[in-house]
């Protein structure tokens, strides 16, 4: 069976599960299986077809990828027609199944996080509910997490979108140092990908945000040493405007990046005195002085905050 790439052609009314194949570029081709109300059908296949069928929905799926962000409601509906509920979502997170299945199942958790944020969720229809806390009922966010430990590189990313999403409210944040969240973010702070660095980062600042104690967890996980390395590299490209290489939905500038370790160093410092510790263990108060010496006041402030947790 040939792997839907994006290439080829795709008559209208074509059976999802036939030979499609594509000549358009991949946002005409997402926008096209859209507009034919084609979601419903590959969903389906990705909940419940064989694997061979389940990873050509995913090759399909993952094209739609970025239009699929913009249209979430038609994402969360698509998903309640084709009965991917979140048990379904949770089996295919599973990690047993092929990287790109995965990839796809982590983009539709993320769709439906973002959907449920912005107030867009939908109900239950035909028993089927897609909603931030069923999500996380179901055990979706430990299968998540454990994807961050993957080896494969495809499936780390797929990860880190919903893990974002979840990070940016007080219960996903929960849930995911509840699931071991916080070690596994602070082991990727240090990865080869700079997407993965990054997105780590601002995952780990939004979930101390929520609290001192999430905060006090996140600093007990070691967060202070890497998070000043990141802070340090990032600070030194911090001029540098462009986007990181990746997803564009994540993508950060080296500023945002040393912006967000600055922030968080602060919340983990104020939090608890080890980490304070750890960060003068590390040499990262000359960095800090030197930081707090900046113009940027995004930068300056939160520096100078550390440097006093850090002195007092």
């Known amino acids: ?7 080829g052609n795709a008559a209208a009314g074509s059976p999802i599960g036939g030979s499609l194949s594509f000549t358009e570029d991949e946002q005409e081709v997402a926008a096209a299986i859209i507009a034919a109300d084609g979601l419903p059908p590959l969903l389906q296949l990705l909940r419940s077809g064989s ?10 799926l993952n094209n739609c990828k970025a239009i699929m962000r913009t249209a979430p409601s038609a994402v969360v ?3 309640q027609v084709s009965g991917l509920d979140s048990p379904a979502i949770c089996r295919l997170l599973s990690g047993a199944l092929e990287p790109v299945v995965i990839s796809v199942a982590a983009s539709v958790v993320a769709v439906i996080a973002q959907s449920s944020l912005s107030g867009h969720g939908l109900g239950a229809a035909g028993g089927v509910q897609l909603q931030l806390h069923d999500l996380l009922v179901a055990g979706v966010v430990h299968n998540l997490v454990a994807l961050l430990s993957s080896t494969e590189l ?9 893990i974002a999403a979840l990070a940016s409210t007080p ?21 080869d990908s700079i997407f993965i660095q990054r997105t780590a980062c601002l995952t780990l600042h939004d979930m101390a945000v929520h609290s001192t104690e999430n905060s006090r967890i996140i600093a007990a996980s070691g967060a202070a040493a890497p998070m000043l390395a990141l802070l340090s590299s990032a600070s030194e490209g911090s001029g540098d405007s462009s986007s990181c290489s990746g997803d564009a939905f994540m993508g950060m500038s080296s500023s945002d990046t040393a912006k967000l370790a600055a922030g968080t160093l602060t919340n983990l410092c104020t939090a608890s005195p080890a980490a304070c510790e750890e960060v003068e263990a590390a040499g990262g108060v000359p960095l800090l002085e030197r930081i707090a010496r900046l113009p940027d006041q995004e930068l300056q402030m939160p520096a100078a905050a550390a440097l006093e947790c850090i002195q007092e």
């Open 1 to 7: 069976m040939q792997r839907l790439r994006g290439r």
């Open 51 to 60: 694997p061979a069928v389940q990873e050509e929905a995913a090759h399909a």
């Open 77 to 79: 509906a698509a998903a």
């Open 154 to 162: 495809i499936v780390q990313f797929a990860g880190l979108a919903p």
């Open 171 to 191: 219960a996903g944040a929960a849930a995911l140092l509840e699931a071991g969240g916080a070690c596994l973010l602070v082991q990727v702070l240090s990865h």
